[in-house]
């Protein structure tokens, strides 16, 4: 894809959250399915329902600037996923695991929020106001998810893990 405008970028940046997007739907079930801690099953449980509406207001965006969600692949989210895997090898403790899932969702969350604030702010330069919108919606998403795995982490999970030997 040539980059020829901010709109060039901006739809190039999208194509790269909606490839993103797409393989976390793949992964969360998995994540959600290691983790051993029930509340931290659940917030991975919400966040793909979330996942799920955050597809669709990609698809709206898409719509609405008349592009394809289609053609790039995000290697970095590629990467995020690939090292949780790595992680659902270890032979860990239940209670160490759910730490280091929570630090390997954070790490993709981080990833999000940057990419949903640098595009909401393209769109907002470019006068689409409609698309920052919906970008705002999605990052506040991101950053609410973020802020509830800390909670999670700081008020049971890393603790549970710290007292394993």
């Known amino acids: 894809m040539k980059l020829n405008s901010l709109e060039d970028l901006l739809v190039s940046e999208l194509k790269d959250l909606y490839s993103a997007e797409s393989q976390l739907l793949k992964a ?22 979330e996942t799920r509406g955050q597809v669709e207001r990609l698809d709206r965006v898409f719509e609405i600037l008349g592009a394809s969600p289609r053609g790039k692949k995000c290697k970095a989210m590629e990467g995020l996923i690939e090292e949780g895997k790595e992680l659902l090898e270890e032979d860990a403790e ?72």
Request: glycine residues 4%.
């Open 28 to 49: 969360l079930p998995k994540m959600a399915k290691a983790a051993d801690s029930e509340a931290l099953r659940a917030a991975f449980t919400t966040h793909l329902e």
């Open 94 to 165: 239940p209670n160490v695991l759910d730490a280091a899932l929570i630090g390997a969702a954070q790490k993709v969350e981080h990833y999000e929020m940057a990419g949903y604030g640098t595009a909401r702010t393209f769109a907002a330069l470019l006068g689409l106001d409609e698309v920052a919108e919906l970008l705002q919606e999605t990052l506040d998403e991101e950053k609410a998810t973020d802020a509830k795995l800390t909670e999670l982490a700081e008020s049971e999970i890393n603790i549970e893990a710290s007292q394993e030997e």
